[in-house]
């Protein structure tokens, strides 16, 4: 699953918001749990233009195994 | 002693008034019913022992409370007690989050630097939150907003900064978007940044 889905649908323990003068905004999230935290960029977030520039894909034995769920 | 009549839907209804005294008692009692309107159990001894022992891969106790008045008084008095609060059950059993974010917020313009919007089928309790300058020491105020409903849940400002723990958590539900928004009237462009913490029950 991307960053920024799952940002939007799962639970998460932190986030790291950066909003840029640009108008984009950088966010990481982190589980516990994780390996590392992963990124994605977006570009009029929170809005109905939000356009995702870059998004990491998540790979870790504990997201996978809530994939099934 | 006891009476049986017709039920229409064939069934029969029994109704046992029972008085039992005795020194020792073993009573154990097995119902299935349909519906179980009165069910009551006044217990008057010098020691009592209620085992109420549930097991199961999938347990749910509801209990539900409806009176014009309800009193629910319960007493404890041992040695060791153990009953979680929320905000301890919640730490072990809820999703701790945290958010934090950062913008370059000019002079006079209220800025959002923290969105973040409930997941489906989670609700969020906020149990404190802060924002500040991280560049200099003009003063700043923030509000913590639900951006879905139009509400303001909380409004903060400090010579630098503030943090904000609530006596009550802030319950915010799935679907709303919750955002930290920051003005300074500093004259020039300053970096700021929100944060809140809160559980996802």
Redesign the interface.
């Known amino acids: 699953m991307k960053a920024s889905r799952y940002f939007?649908?799962?639970?998460?323990?932190?986030?790291?918001?950066?909003?840029?003068?640009d108008g984009t905004?950088e966010i990481s999230i982190y589980k516990h749990g994780w390996k590392k935290s992963y990124k994605f960029k977006v570009k009029h977030?929170?809005t109905e233009k939000e356009e995702i520039l870059e998004d990491e894909e998540i790979k870790e034995e504990k997201e996978e195994k809530h994939e099934g769920e | 002693m006891s009476k049986a009549k017709a039920d229409p839907h064939g069934w029969p209804d029994y109704t046992y008034p029972m008085t039992i005294i005795g020194q020792e008692l073993n009573v154990a009692i097995d119902i299935a019913a349909q519906s179980l309107p009165t069910l009551d159990i006044n217990i008057a001894a010098s020691a009592v022992t209620l085992d109420v022992n549930i097991t199961g891969s999938d347990v749910t106790l509801n209990v539900n409370i409806a009176g014009q008045a309800a009193n629910l008084n319960i007493d404890i008095a041992a040695q060791s007690v153990a009953i979680k609060g929320l905000t301890d059950w919640a730490a072990e059993n809820a999703t701790d989050v945290d958010v934090c974010g950062s913008a370059l917020v000019d002079s006079g313009m209220l800025t959002r630097v923290v969105e973040y919007t409930v997941p489906s089928g989670k609700t969020l309790l906020i149990y404190d939150w802060a924002a500040g300058n991280m560049w200099s020491e003009n003063p700043i105020w923030a509000k913590l907003t639900n951006d879905t409903d139009a509400v303001d849940l909380a409004f903060g400002g400090g010579g630098r900064g503030f943090e904000t723990p609530f006596s009550k958590p802030k319950r915010v539900a799935a679907g709303k978007r919750v955002s930290i928004y920051v003005r300074q009237d500093s004259g020039s462009s300053q970096e700021c940044f929100g944060h809140f913490g809160g559980v996802l029950l």
């Open positions: 939007r649908e799962k639970p998460v323990n932190y986030v790291n918001q950066r909003w840029l003068p905004v977030f929170g």
